[in-house]
């Protein structure tokens, strides 16, 4: 460090400290240096003092603190980074997030607090960053079980929210409302067992719906009122839905992906994606429970690209299935060694007519060109 120091006028874009034991950052550590990009990794970091960072504060952009030993936010070391813009404290052994934890922090970005112990985050622990700076907040693999709420209220302008790997149990209505500006937001593999009525109808700029993992056995009908203008891609894989929820996904006239796969779906109805299901070109069915598809199921995806049925129970798919979308469809895995067996394959001929590019059967791939 003292040779760095040496060298007056020069600017460090990134000073990197991994793998090291440093259990206390000491006061003014880093005095007469002009740091961009700070790092300290993975080296048993369990505390800041309040003057540790205040000499690199008018130019620090970026600090990494991940992978450390720290049990809360470092607030009164943080309070003097006038500029920073990302802070990552992924990692660490943080189980709370105090009032006002990141006060002074008026130009932060992008916060990430991802795989701590975190199981309470106080109503004002946002309070003090500018609400119309703060664009990404990463809360997964931590220990929430319901969504804070009041603390988020004030992020008005937050793009980016993730909660994966939490232990939320459910989310209502209000719970995301004064997100007014949400693009994404992340859900997955947590414990919901059903997405209520209007629980987003606040997220009316949402793009992104990430609800993967869960056990959610029931969508209702009006569980995406609010998203009907913005909403493009909606993962409901690996949960427990034993059908399309079609009901409510009418509302969704922009939905280009949807996942459903690793679901307990039996059967595909005949108007399953009718009324939204123009604009979709990537569908997701495999490791479901399916054994017959109704011959005019597909008829709607006029827009279809890429279509996964593998690892299903289907025994044949009547040709009137595959002429629905043909025109469009440029990915098809239909994986399953019941349909290869059967008749001499006109449904695979059918296809290789039309402008399909990879077709999967039986897990043998084959490209057209």
């Not at 793998?19 to 700070?38: C, M, W, Y």
């Not at 920073?84 to 997030?97: D, E, F, P, T, V």
């Not at 998203?227 to 922009?254: F, G, K, M, T």
């Not at 025994?315 to 299935?321: D, L, N």
Request: glycine letters at 6%; one cysteine or more; aromatic letters at 4%.
């Amino acid at each position: 460090m003292g040779l760095l120091k040496g060298r007056t006028n020069t600017v460090i874009f990134y000073l990197r400290l991994r793998h090291n034991s440093l259990p206390k950052l000491q006061p003014f550590v880093f005095l007469g240096l002009d740091i961009r990009h700070l790092t300290i990794h993975n080296s048993s970091l369990a505390k800041l003092e309040e003057s540790s960072l205040s000499s690199i504060g008018t130019g620090l952009t970026q600090l990494d603190l991940s992978q450390n030993a720290l049990l809360s936010v470092p607030s009164s070391a943080l309070k003097d980074l006038q500029h920073l813009l990302i802070l990552n404290l992924n990692r660490n052994k943080i189980k709370a997030i105090h009032k006002k934890a990141f006060e002074g922090l008026d130009t932060l970005e992008i916060l990430s607090l991802y795989e701590n112990e975190i199981s309470t985050i106080e109503e004002e622990a946002f309070t003090g960053l500018h609400n119309r700076k703060l664009r990404r907040l990463n809360l997964g693999g931590n220990e929430l079980t319901k969504v804070p709420t009041q603390a988020l209220r004030s992020l008005d302008m937050l793009k980016k929210l993730e909660m994966q790997e939490n232990r939320i149990v459910s989310i209502q209505e209000g719970d995301f409302e004064g997100l007014k500006n949400l693009d994404s937001l992340g859900m997955a593999h947590n414990q919901l067992r059903e997405v209520p009525a209007r629980v987003f109808s606040h997220l009316t700029q949402l793009n992104s719906l990430e609800l993967d993992g869960n056990q959610i056995t029931h969508v209702d009908p009006d569980a995406f009122i609010g998203l009907e203008e913005n909403l493009q891609y909606l993962r409901l894989a690996d949960n427990n839905l034993h059908s399309v929820p079609s009901d409510a996904l009418r509302r969704l006239h922009r939905l280009r992906y949807l996942d459903l796969k690793a679901n307990n779906i039996t059967a595909l109805l005949d108007d399953a994606f009718t009324g939204y299901g123009d604009s979709i070109t990537f569908l997701n069915l495999q490791k479901n429970l399916i054994k017959k598809l109704p011959a005019v199921v597909f008829e709607n995806l006029n827009s279809l690209e890429s279509l996964n049925l593998q690892n299903n129970k289907l025994t044949e798919i009547p040709e009137e299935v595959i002429e629905n979308v043909v025109d469009t469809l440029r990915h098809i895995d239909i994986t399953a060694e019941k349909v290869l067996e059967r008749g001499n394959g006109s449904n695979y001929e059918r296809m290789e007519c039309y402008s399909l590019r990879d077709i999967i059967i039986g897990g043998r791939r084959r490209t057209l060109l």
